[in-house]
């Protein structure tokens, strides 16, 4: 008898998944179900405002927050840049700034100057003060008539208009002892460099710098700082007030006394005499001499040996050139060798040339009136010149004569009225020099 036929595989698979499925099918239908109990209800009335616009009333909007900046101009600095550090986003100011002549000053933006600003939190411009002249470092007065630019935004846009710049005035005391040379003493005691021009000045004629200064000399002085209110500027040097410097055991005075009968002041030692000279040996600011006054000296450039009517003055491109006296510019131009010229006539028949100027001082013109000292030009290399250097001349009657040996009378000497008020006047400026100790020292604002 033959064995009973086994079932065939996939009937087998097909029972086994059907009787799972069963299975599964049960034991979900018999799972407990267990009911969740459920929070008791509460009713709960707020009163909500309904806002005034939902009320057909416009929302009066709430005022801009104004905050201030102040930010110091970067060398190279542009209108767009700065407005970017100072995190205003104002196209119309700028269109305002570009359109405006008075605005358009604010275009002068110079390396080092502070900026001060009002934006509100939109970042529209609200107000800007910028000062774009230069502090009259010697002025008595206690402000300059214009010099700062301000910009304002009112209903109708922006307005631009000058104001007078607000100066404060420090005085310092110091002491500086000479190792090698003036400006390196003046730095050593942490004393600005402008006050070893102004030294220069003051002294010109009586000490020659390059080669009087010895080991051990010591200086005295007493100086102002000046700078304008609630600016980040640094301060600029102001007048020299008074000093003693005793070079190799010879003392040298200069304090500044007004003249009432001449409008102005002037330098004096301290027993009165007057160190007004009627003209400046050195017209440039603080430089050495490199070619002499000489009847015969070989040319750098033509290369023959030819007169040197003047002396030469070395110094940096772009240094200040002076008026060595009072007078009457007599020509301003080009002249062949000379470069760039300014020719100024003085009384007496005196007459002085610069020359090889980079440029002419602003507004200078032939017939304008220039006082001693007064900046008529810069430095520079125009001409037949082999090197930045001021060629200058000095006539008298035509004839050039050498303008560092020229006798020149004094300046008038004090009265006796003055001199009464002179002792008065000077004598804390003296007092004060012979306490200076070798800490510089500086006094409130005043």
Do not use: C
């Not at 502090?135 to 402000?143: A, R």
């Not at 209903?155 to 100066?167: C, H, K, N, R």
């Not at 000093?243 to 009432?260: C, K, M, P, Q, S």
């Not at 008026?323 to 005196?350: A, K, T």
């Amino acid at each position: 008898m033959s064995p009973p036929a086994l079932p065939s595989f996939p009937k087998v698979a097909t029972a086994v998944a059907v009787t799972l499925t069963l299975a599964a099918v049960t034991a979900f239908g018999t799972a407990p179900l267990r009911e969740v109990d459920l929070p008791p209800v509460q009713t709960i009335i707020e009163r909500v405002a309904i806002a005034p616009s939902a009320q057909g009333v416009e929302a009066t909007p709430a005022p801009l927050q104004h905050y201030t900046r102040s930010e110091r101009l970067r060398r190279g600095e542009t209108l767009v840049s700065l407005l970017d550090r100072l995190g205003a986003t104002d196209v119309d100011f700028q269109k305002f700034v570009a359109a405006d002549r008075q605005a358009r000053k604010l275009m002068q933006l110079q390396a080092g100057r502070t900026v001060n600003a009002l934006i509100d939190e939109a970042g529209r411009m609200q107000a800007l003060h910028y000062r774009y002249a230069n502090l009259d470092s010697e002025s008595d007065e206690p402000s300059q008539p214009t010099g700062r630019v301000t910009i304002r935004r009112s209903d109708d846009g922006f307005v631009a208009s000058d104001e007078p710049i607000v100066l404060e005035r420090e005085v310092a005391t110091a002491v500086a002892e000479i190792r090698t040379s003036l400006f390196a003493a003046i730095d050593a005691a942490g004393i600005p460099e402008a006050v070893a021009t102004r030294i220069a000045d003051i002294l010109d004629g009586e000490v020659d710098f390059n080669r009087d200064l010895r080991r051990g000399d010591l200086l005295r002085v007493v100086y102002e700082a000046i700078r304008e209110a609630d600016s980040l500027d640094p301060p600029t040097i102001g007048r020299i007030l008074a000093l003693e410097f005793t070079i190799d055991g010879t003392r040298h005075e200069a304090v500044w006394f007004d003249r009432e009968d001449s409008g102005h002041g002037e330098y004096f030692s301290f027993d009165g005499r007057s160190l007004r000279k009627a003209f400046l040996q050195h017209p440039v600011e603080f430089s050495r001499i490199s070619s002499g006054f000489s009847s015969a000296r070989m040319h750098p450039i033509l290369k023959y040996t030819r007169e040197h009517k003047g002396v030469d003055f070395a110094a940096p491109i772009g240094t200040k050139v002076r008026s060595s006296g009072d007078g009457v510019v007599e020509f301003i131009g080009q002249q062949r060798g000379y470069g760039n010229l300014v020719e100024v006539r003085h009384r007496n028949g005196i007459s002085t040339l610069y020359a090889h100027l980079k440029a002419f001082a602003s507004g200078l013109s032939k017939g304008a009136k220039v006082v001693q000292g007064a900046v008529i030009g810069y430095v520079g290399t125009t001409g037949w010149s082999t090197g930045p250097h001021l060629h200058y001349e000095f006539k008298v009657n035509g004839e050039h004569v050498n303008p560092l040996l020229v006798a020149l009378p004094p300046a008038a000497p004090l009265d006796a009225a003055e001199r009464g008020e002179f002792i008065a006047r000077t004598a804390g400026l003296r007092t004060r020099l012979a306490q200076a100790g070798s800490v510089v020292r500086l006094a409130r604002f005043e």
